[in-house]
């Protein structure tokens, strides 16, 4: 329940020294450097826009290369993939690596220059595809298709669509020019779609018949050849075989680079790096001789980072105090609740006004997620599965290394739970034993019968249980809100915001437990006197929010007004505390459905069909179950959390610590300090 101290670390050394420098603190990660502009004729600023887009061009190329070979050459990764993270190398095989990036960088290029080249070449294929697609009909013409006559007739070489026989052509032309005389009409080619024909006519008619074929429907191909249509075949053939031979040769190219898929994926992060590199550049300021570099450091990092660029760079390293409503937040958490500093995050980091929940939020994130998923079976999958991630996958990314921490403590809570509930898969073993074995099941604590109690059974005292747990998490956020006040030295809002909450609140839930009603749902009673404690508790507290909720207001009227107006805010802790039923709810179903799956898988009985049933109806259920169920819980936590527990004390609007480090996706550095 900690945030780290932050410093200003400012560095001054000379421009020599600035490119290693920053390649130093962009492997290390640890500082987040600001803009800095000294107002100094001697400084100045350099723009290396021009040099973040060369870098990025080259990245580009690099995944543009990458993706191109994956086509001919698949890159297979596992299913489980993601979970391994960037491959670390250390600063020997970084360099190696860098050594090469010109080499990988003419490879790139190659790759992309040979897919220019087959889309080139394929393009010439469907270009010569659609011209052989057209000539196809005419093959048995015997004369090219630019043939358009002797000196003493006239040829016309078309189609007519749709379709005609040579007996609709003559009649349609003798009905348009019946004093012209010898037309000859030859069918070249003719299916559903169309038909090509060569019309031959006397010279002098031309004119004539050429406006009678178009009245007629008579059409000019839209690709003709100089030679006859049989040559054009074989022409286009040659082509088609020419285009493919490239083909092939470019795609044998490209696959024999498949050894550099890994270094493409390297030149991507090594230039996305120097991108980055040269994108800080605009935040320093430079002379002809020196820069200088400001900054936040966590505290812990900034002593062994002073002495190295002292000692290595001969830099000067100023570190000072950071002033609290400047400097970025930085969490720092016990192993059990760091995990979930990422719901945090996504919710608002704190500012430095008031203390990181992290611990406390920690607690009751496991225990509520438990107790909606509340069955044992469940619990367990889910803590081995993630538990054997984490001791396999070392190299997992520290974001979603929280994330699987995270569900493996929820999957321990899950198992509790369903112990003390008596579920695991459900009812499976006792269904199990009697449809299987035709016996009852031994009574197992925690498989059979409940540790504690049986949500189905006994949902009141779930229920009560529920809301005991809601009014200890709602009074937990009041006292972290007093904590705040305490560690900033603001001592009366400690009655006035908190104390008179827990009197308000507390009284009534004292005097409603000492009546019968309450008795009877909760299934036990306290004295009767506590009706009056409880009642004399909530009025002072009542009065105390009246005259102090409004104390900001210096007019009494407004100030009453205001005091009535934060007095309403008792029935919001109503519907805070009501909430928490939630608990019982998805617990419950959880439970119920997996029973449910059960006895769907118990329905073909003890038969062997009936086994293999089972055990189909019991792995997709509970799967289907698991699923559904984990992302309830997931939601419905975080909505505790968020409106419920942040809503009682938490503000947030504090910035996160944005260090400059590598940001790649493939490879890491691990800097040997």
Not at 305 to 324: G, I, R, S
């Amino acid at each position: 329940m900690a945030m780290l101290k932050m410093q200003r670390i400012n560095v001054y050394a000379l421009l020599k020294y600035c490119k290693d420098i920053l390649e130093n603190l962009q492997r290390r990660g640890v500082v987040e450097i600001e803009n800095v502009d000294i107002e100094d004729s001697v400084f100045f600023k350099d723009d290396t826009s021009i040099y973040q887009t060369q870098y990025r061009h080259n990245a580009s190329t690099a995944i543009e290369a990458k993706e191109i070979l994956n086509k001919y050459v698949p890159h297979k990764k596992g299913l489980l993939s993601s979970f391994k993270g960037r491959e670390q190398l250390s600063r020997a095989e970084y360099d190696a690596l860098v050594e090469q990036t010109p080499d990988i960088l003419r490879v790139a290029y190659d790759i992309i220059s040979c897919q220019k080249n087959i889309d080139t070449n394929m393009a010439e294929k469907v270009k010569y595809q659609a011209q052989l697609d057209t000539i196809k009909p005419w093959l048995s013409l015997d004369v090219p298709m630019t043939f358009t006559g002797t000196a003493s007739t006239r040829a016309f070489i078309g189609r007519f669509s749709p379709p005609k026989t040579s007996t609709d052509i003559m009649t349609g032309l003798a009905e348009l020019i019946p004093d012209v005389d010898g037309i000859e009409v030859e069918i070249v080619h003719s299916d559903e779609n169309q038909t090509c024909v060569f019309v031959l006519t006397g010279a002098k008619d031309a004119e004539a018949v050429s406006e009678a074929l178009r009245r007629i429907g008579f059409e000019y191909p839209s690709y003709v050849s100089k030679v006859t249509p049989v040559e054009r075949e074989k022409e286009i053939n040659k082509h088609l075989s020419n285009r493919d031979g490239r083909i092939l040769e470019n795609q044998k190219i490209i696959e024999s680079y498949a050894k550099y898929y890994d270094k493409l994926e390297f030149l991507e992060d090594y230039y996305v790096m120097k991108a980055d590199r040269y994108a800080v550049y605009d935040d320093i300021s430079t002379s002809n001789n020196t820069f200088v570099l400001t900054g936040y450091i966590p505290e812990p990092d900034a002593p062994a980072l002073k002495k190295y660029l002292e000692e290595t760079y001969d830099a000067e390293v100023e570190l000072e105090e950071a002033t609290n409503d400047e400097a970025p937040v930085k969490l720092k958490n016990n192993k059990f609740a760091e995990p979930v500093e990422g719901v945090l995050a996504s919710y608002s980091y704190p500012d430095h006004h008031e203390s990181d929940p992290t611990s406390v939020m920690a607690i009751f994130y496991y225990l509520f997620f438990g107790m909606m998923f509340s069955d044992a079976g469940y619990g367990l999958v889910m803590a081995l599965a993630c538990g054997i991630s984490l001791l396999k996958f070392k190299g997992m990314e520290p974001g979603l290394r929280r994330s699987v921490k995270m569900f493996f403590w929820c999957g321990v809570s899950t198992t509790i739970w369903g112990l003390l509930f008596g579920s695991f898969f459900g009812d499976a073993v006792s269904v199990i034993s009697t449809t299987f074995f035709h016996t009852q099941p031994p009574a197992i604590p925690g498989l059979v019968v409940p540790l504690w109690l049986n949500p189905v059974s006994d949902p009141m005292k779930v229920l009560m249980l529920s809301f005991l747990l809601g009014i200890i998490h709602l009074f937990m956020g009041l006292g972290i809100m007093a904590y705040n006040y305490i560690r900033n030295k603001e001592y009366l809002p400690v009655i006035y915001d908190v104390i008179s909450w827990y009197l308000l609140v507390g009284g009534a839930i004292l005097a409603l437990l000492s009546t019968d009603m309450m008795g009877n749902i909760a299934g036990f009673t306290i004295p009767p006197i506590f009706l009056t404690i409880g009642g004399i508790m909530a009025a002072v507290g009542a009065v105390i929010i009246v005259l102090f909720s409004g104390r900001e207001s210096s007019n009494p009227v407004i100030r009453l007004l205001k005091g009535v107006y934060g007095l309403y805010g008792a029935t919001g802790y109503l519907s805070d505390i009501l909430s928490y039923s939630r608990l019982l709810a998805l617990g419950m179903a959880t439970g119920i459905i997996a029973q449910v799956f059960n006895l769907v898988g118990t329905i073909l009985g003890d038969s062997i069909i009936g086994v293999i049933v089972f055990i189909i109806v019991f792995v997709i259920g509970h799967s289907v179950n698991i699923g559904i169920n984990a992302l309830g819980a997931y939601v419905h936590t975080n909505r505790l959390q968020f409106v419920e527990f942040f809503g009682k004390f938490y503000k947030g609007g504090g910035r996160g610590f944005n260090p400059f480090k590598i940001n790649t996706k493939h490879y890491t550095v691990k800097e040997d300090i």
